[in-house]
């Protein structure tokens, strides 16, 4: 091998080497644009997901922000009809005001005439008591010269005589006016209660504080209560009632005063027992379903009770206020069901006396109107019922009813038909019942006043509360003042004693004469 052909060969290898070197460089370069161009392709996409997360997060705020502005537009809405409503109340609140603002302004004004007239009749008295002091001075002498006595002594002598003269006269006054008027009014009175009771004869319940609420079984007890007793609050905050779950089986109990709350409560737990859903939201909506169902049907028992007595030309409100009456209870005694019985026994008793009928009617219904809202505003029930009669315009009559009913001096015909109504439904057989410790109360509190007049030996209460029997001494009490003292017990209960019907009082007064043959 000579020096060229090495040459040659060194040649050929340093070229390879250069080829390599190219090569590598080449591939490379290719590496780096390859690389670079994924980083762009990454970047890129980097990019697009950027800007579709921005879009995304962009229509979320967006939705957000409408829901956010839609719910404060319906609390706004909500709180402006709560606005209006506190407005309409307060308003209507004013109108009572004013209405009652003139009653007393009218009684003022009739108070000043009648002060004015008791003035006038006090001057006329001390007039006449100057002349009765002439003349009795002249009596004092002219019997002090007769009888010898002295101004001190004739006087008391004249005074016992008196007093035992006009006790004696007032007496057989008494005993003769009750004879008369028994003899003339007690027959036709009879007759015509009777006639009115008759026609008019409804069976009564006693109304009940709690109702039962069947279950299909004892399973659902722990449904009504729910997760640590959620459901059964909800319940009872919502209807305002005591839900009673005991070992009774296959019951429920819903206790309270209130019938209407009770209703809706007893309602609302068979609904969710139908419907199977038991959970406070439900509950909610369900209560709200049923107390506007309530207020359509009080508003049907309303139609349905001015239907039943002929009446019409009544008010839309006043209509709803008569059917509510249906859920208010007096002694237990349901008091939709007492107006009607008043309203039927008037219109028997105003065809009797010659009165408008369905007037009389009109009054009976609506006599214990204020019953039905008394327990949601301030005031007894006469005078809200008052109130409401003038506000829907009832006639004059009705009014007068309403007012003055259940006072001792009515003023017109038609409120004395009322009383007499009232009492009789009142004091039927069932129509009321006490509890037992207001019986026993009523039936102390009688023999207690009896017992506190002079002379009064024993007195006894009998057929539950409905007389008294008092025992008197016979060498203390005469027979005219028996009467007298009968009439001063029955005076005593009426004014201390609330009590429905009537009682009666009886003095006895027994002389016993013994006598030894030896």
Avoid at 4 to 22: D, N, S
Avoid at 448 to 476: L, P, W, Y
Wanted: proline content about 2%; hydrophobic content about 35%; charged content about 35%.
């Amino acid at each position: 091998m000579n020096l060229i052909e090495i040459g040659i060969y060194i040649l050929l290898f340093i070229c390879g080497i250069g080829a390599f070197w190219i090569m590598s460089r080449l591939n490379l370069i290719k590496d780096i644009n390859d690389k670079q161009s994924k980083a762009e392709n990454i970047i890129s996409n980097a990019k697009n997901k950027a800007n579709r997360l921005l879009k995304d997060t962009e229509k979320k705020v967006k939705n957000f922000k409408d829901s956010q502005t839609k719910k404060i537009k319906v609390e706004l809405n909500n709180m402006e009809e709560e606005l209006e409503s506190k407005k309409s109340e307060i308003l209507e609140k004013e109108k009572v005001l004013e209405s009652q603002l003139t009653d007393v302004t009218r009684k003022e004004a009739q108070v000043e005439m009648r002060e004015k007239s008791c003035e006038d009749m006090i001057s006329k008295y001390r007039e006449r008591e100057l002349e009765l002091d002439s003349i009795l001075e002249d009596a004092k002498t002219k019997v002090e010269n007769i009888a010898g006595l002295s101004r001190d002594e004739a006087r008391d002598e004249l005074v016992k005589t008196v007093e035992n003269e006009a006790k004696i006269i007032s007496a057989r006054k008494i005993k003769e006016i009750e004879k008369n008027i028994n003899d003339d009014a007690e027959s036709k009175a009879k007759n015509i209660i009777a006639l009115a009771i008759q026609k008019y004869a409804a069976s009564y319940t006693s109304e009940k504080t709690a109702s039962v609420v069947n279950l299909p079984s004892d399973d659902m007890k722990g449904r009504i209560i729910g997760k640590e007793g959620r459901n059964i609050r909800t319940i009872e905050l919502k209807t305002g009632v005591d839900i009673i779950i005991d070992d009774t089986p296959g019951v429920v109990t819903v206790s309270s005063h209130n019938p209407l709350r009770r209703e809706i409560a007893a309602r609302a737990i068979k609904r969710l027992l139908d419907d199977g859903r038991v959970h406070p939201g439900r509950i909610e909506e369900i209560v709200d379903e049923i107390e506007n169902q309530l207020s359509k049907e009080i508003h049907k028992l309303g139609e349905d009770a001015i239907l039943e007595l002929g009446i019409s030309n009544m008010h839309p409100d006043l209509i709803s206020l008569v059917g509510k009456m249906k859920y208010r209870t007096s002694y237990s005694q349901n008091i939709l069901d007492h107006s009607l019985e008043v309203a039927q026994i008037c219109g028997v008793l105003a065809a009797e006396v010659g009165l408008d009928q369905k007037l009389a009617k009109r009054a009976g219904l609506l006599h214990d109107i204020g019953k039905a809202v008394d327990h949601d505003m301030e005031g007894n029930h006469v005078d809200i019922g008052g109130d409401l009669v003038k506000k829907f315009n009832e006639p004059q009559e009705v009014i007068d009813a309403v007012e003055l009913s259940h006072t001792d001096n009515p003023d017109s015909l038609y409120c004395l038909l009322v009383q007499a109504s009232d009492a009789i439904s009142a004091a039927r057989p069932g129509a009321r019942k006490e509890s037992y410790e207001s019986y026993v109360k009523r039936v102390k509190e009688l023999e207690e006043i009896a017992s506190s007049f002079n002379g009064v030996d024993k007195c006894f209460a009998i057929q539950a509360g409905r007389e008294v029997r008092v025992m008197v001494e016979s060498d203390k009490v005469s027979d005219d003042e028996a009467t007298i003292l009968s009439h001063d017990i029955a005076k005593k209960i009426e004014e201390e004693v609330s009590y429905p019907g009537n009682v009666k009082i009886t003095v006895v007064r027994e002389v016993r004469a013994s006598a030894t043959a030896n």
